[in-house]
């Protein structure tokens, strides 16, 4: 499938995920949602090797033999995003009622794990790790999406999550330093326009004092 201009930065499939309502590499005045459409959630997820090509290919030409299939998808994914955010935001937190419901959320999908689980090797020598549910072809879409936020809960990463210093982003990702020091989503672009920010205070102090 094409490429799409999409920016992963999280080091987190699940983080990426949430990411995805601000997705573009291209940072403007506006967000553009990654998902505005069920089109454009396939690229995502085949963009972020959740999905191999083949089967990208066939979860699109079945969205047009199902509209109302892939459209119900497209709302569940958008929700689960919401719910996985606000389990990002709160970091380590001890858990609360929302804590709760995004455990739910999760469960609830994980529930859905009855399938065949491979890995595929890519034409540029890469692996993707697919999963196909046994009954609705949409069911398990989110499957990876799900196993990748499970895996930071059972191995304690949410005190590792961070929100982008810039207090316009909304980005999330998880710090992999070894002190923990990691501040901006992008140095290309947050970190960049904090440091000339920085550095316009300080012409301005500069040019004060003489």
Do not use: Y
Not at 19 to 44: K, L, M, P, Q, Y
Not at 83 to 89: C, F, K, M, S
Request: glycine share 8%; net charge positive.
């Amino acid at each position: 499938m094409p490429d799409e201009p999409f920016v992963f930065i999280a080091e987190r499939l699940w983080l990426d995920f949430v990411n995805s309502d601000d997705a573009t590499r291209h940072r403007g005045a506006e967000r553009v949602d990654a998902f505005h459409s069920f089109d454009s959630f396939i690229r995502w997820m085949s963009a972020v090797r959740a999905l191999d090509d083949d089967r990208a290919t066939a979860m699109l030409r079945r969205a047009q033999q199902q509209p109302t299939g892939a459209s119900a998808t497209l709302h569940e994914a958008r929700r689960i995003r919401n719910t996985l955010r606000v389990l990002a935001e709160r970091g380590g937190a001890p858990p609360d009622r929302a804590a709760q419901t995004a455990i739910g959320e999760i469960n609830r999908i994980l529930g859905r794990s009855a399938g065949s689980r491979s890995i595929e090797p890519g034409p540029d020598g890469s692996f993707t790790r697919s999963f196909v549910t046994v009954g609705d072809v949409f069911a398990g879409l989110l499957i990876p999406i799900i196993e990748s936020a499970a895996d930071a809960l059972v191995s304690g990463e949410l005190v590792r999550v961070r929100r982008c210093a810039d207090p316009r982003c909304r980005r999330l990702f998880f710090d992999s330093t070894r002190n923990g020091t990691r501040r901006w989503c992008e140095m290309a672009t947050c970190g960049n326009r904090a440091k000339a920010a920085r550095h316009r205070r300080k012409e301005k102090l500069t040019t004060g004092t003489t």
